[in-house]
């Protein structure tokens, strides 16, 4: 099946610093990437959606300056949460569609535990 | 204001009987559902889905049935299997535009 992974798996960072999360399709090639975010007890929560090629679609709420995103191949999307605070910390995941996701289902990665200190 | 509502954070079912998981959706726009099954510190896992055109897909031991008029859809698993214990997320998604819109998830908890 399709395999998407993501990278690194937990990352423990100070305040103030960024932080790269990479997300990539192994075995298909990805026009969309989307990039999510989960609180504890919560829903997963769409932060943005990226498009090879293209500037990513944030959602309402989402920083773009802060969660920099960048899918600049069919087969990887990178996160950067800049200049990193507490608040930010969370369980990041990314997901994969080879085609529009309608009908489609969505390949996640493993998720990125992000700790700030 | 959520879209998917999966009302139960919890369940606990005995090893061997069936789980039902119930999820509610608000936009009657939606025409695809897709269940998710996810473990501690990994990503979601694609379970099964369903079509609005129909009432029920079966794949082994999960079913999952619609019922379009009172927006509400369920998970089956029976017999449930200790390596069920999971979180389940409802998801649903439309065709005007590419967005999974998740529910909360509920927790199951498989008993010995």
């Known amino acids: 099946g399709a395999v998407v992974s993501q990278h690194p798996s937990w990352v423990i960072c100070k305040s103030g610093t960024s932080v790269k999360i990479e997300c990539r399709s192994l075995d298909f090639q990805a026009t969309t990437m989307f990039w999510y975010r989960q609180f504890p007890k919560q829903s997963l929560m769409l932060m943005a959606t990226s498009n090879e090629g293209s500037k990513a679609t944030y959602e309402q709420g989402v920083e773009k300056d802060k969660f920099l995103i960048n899918h600049a191949s069919l087969t990887l999307s990178t996160l950067t949460v800049t200049s990193a605070h507490p608040e930010d910390s969370s369980f990041y995941i990314c997901?994969?569609?080879?085609?529009?996701?309608?009908?489609?289902?969505?390949?996640f990665g493993n998720g990125t535990r992000l700790t700030v200190t | 204001d959520q879209q998917v509502k999966q009302n139960s954070p919890s369940l606990s079912v005995q090893e061997g009987r069936i789980s039902i998981l119930n999820c509610d959706y608000t936009n009657s726009m939606f025409d695809y559902f897709l269940w998710y099954k996810k473990y501690p510190a990994e990503g979601p896992t694609f379970l099964i889905s369903i079509s609005s055109i129909k009432d029920k897909n079966e794949d082994g031991r999960f079913t999952v049935f619609l019922n379009k008029s009172a927006k509400h859809l369920s998970l089956h698993i029976v017999p449930s299997q200790p390596g069920d214990s999971a979180v389940y997320f409802c998801a649903a998604s439309r065709k005007s535009d590419d967005k999974i819109i998740f529910g909360k998830g509920t927790r199951l908890h498989i008993l010995p």
């Open positions: 997901s994969a569609a080879s085609s529009g996701t309608h009908n489609s289902p969505l390949h």
